[in-house]
Every structure is written in C-alpha cells, then in structure tokens.
C-alpha cells in the first residue's frame, strides 16, 4: 500500500492556459474524490467516481473543470483556460469498497498558481 | 443539503489541557460524521468517523467525539494536549442523497503551548 499519489505537486502557468493533473488512487479502491482547497478553508467537494463511472460532479464547477477516470484507475483533472480564481490546492481522495461510513485517503495535492 | 460548521477557526490550549473543537452539522438522513487532521507538510488523515454505531467515537492518538443528535453537534475532545498534537483538524459530514458526497468545515488550527 503506497497511498495515493499525485502528480504534479506544484504547478504554475500562466492564464489563459490548460492544466492536467493526475491522481493515483490506492490499488483496490473503487472510489475517487478530488477537492479544491484555499488557504484557510475546508476541502471543497469538486466531484466522485464509483469505478470508471462520475457519479457526482459539483454545481461549483465550471465547464472549464473536466475529470476522467479511465477503466476505474488513475484519474485526470483537466482545467481549460485557467483563471487566477483557479489558484488553489487540489486534493485527491480514494476509499475502498464495502465499508460503511466511507474512509477517505487522501494525497498530498497539486499546488496550482495561475499567474 | 448538508452542511459543517466549525466553531473557531483558531484555538489555543497549553499542554496537558483539555482539548474542545466543536463542530455542529446540518443533514436531512442521519449523517456519517467525520474528523480529519491535517498536520504541517502532510496530507489529510482521518481520526475518527460516527456511522450510527455507538455515539461516543474514539480515534487516534487519544481523541474521541460524541455524536449528539438533539444538539446536532459531534465536538472533538481530548483530555490531555500534546505538543504533537498541533494541527489543522476538519470536521465533515456525509450520506445525504445516498451518495458518498463529503461536505468539509472550515477547518479548526489548534496552537498547543508548552
């Protein structure tokens, strides 16, 4: 068990452009969250696979936000366009099957700066 | 839809202490109840977790809550500070819609003084 990893850990690009990031969920785990947090908030719930299905997806998300999750593995988040307001930390979450009250294991997180 | 409120963005106790956060919820379903820590440089980790089982919870590192559903509050508690303990600590809920949906407090900073 290695935990979950996440690639970049730091990421600045200039406005204007698109960004993808990259979240590997613990082996086994059917189900993957990402988060967006800001300094001094909570994790900011953006959206959740179930396998390779997107079961939820947040009113706050734009349609420049965009994830995918390709055979129920590893799972892109893309962002087109970026904005200075897309400045955060991004966190990804993986939690296993058939437990009740979901345990979620959390990565480090994607630092993104939008200049 | 539900909802965490953390009481205190910041508090600061002296080791050997009590510690008291609170955390009060709003859900239309009973709730799963969550308290995660994140500590300097690292990643979100869970303390402890209510599903309904029994309403007093223990964690890890000596921390419990109790889930009170008159009060709709599940406060996290420890009886003794430790300088170790110095951390940011979130409370969440879930289950509402029968998804696995997490809604996160603002976070709590707890300063642990010598």
């Known amino acids: 068990d290695t935990g979950v990893s996440q690639d970049p850990r730091h990421k600045i690009t200039k406005r204007g452009q698109n960004v993808t990031f990259r979240c590997d969920p613990i082996s086994e785990h059917n189900r993957l969250y990402w988060y967006r947090q800001t300094l001094g908030q909570g994790p900011e719930f953006l959206t959740y696979f179930q396998n390779e299905a997107q079961l939820e997806k947040s009113r706050l998300l734009s349609d420049r936000f965009s994830a995918e999750r390709p055979k129920g593995s590893f799972s892109t988040l893309e962002i087109q366009r970026t904005e200075q307001g897309d400045s955060a930390m991004y966190l990804c979450a993986s939690s296993p099957p058939r437990e009740v009250g979901d345990t979620q294991y959390f990565g480090p997180g994607t630092r993104l700066t939008v200049l | 839809a539900q909802s965490v409120t953390q009481l205190g963005s910041h508090v600061s106790v002296s080791e050997g202490a009590l510690v008291l956060l609170r955390c009060n919820y709003s859900s239309s379903v009973p709730p799963y109840l969550f308290w995660y820590v994140q500590y300097p440089n690292q990643g979100l980790q869970l303390l402890l977790k209510?599903?309904?089982?029994?309403?007093l919870v223990k964690g890890i590192n000596g921390f419990e809550a109790e889930f009170k559903k008159s009060e709709t509050s599940f406060h996290l508690t420890k009886p003794s500070a430790h300088m170790s303990d110095a951390a940011e600590y979130f409370c969440?809920?879930?289950?509402?819609?029968?998804?696995?949906?997490?809604?996160f407090g603002a976070g709590t900073r707890l300063f642990v003084k010598a």
């Open positions: 969440a809920v879930s289950g509402d819609t029968g998804g696995f949906k997490t809604i």
């Open positions: 209510y599903t309904s089982a029994a309403t």
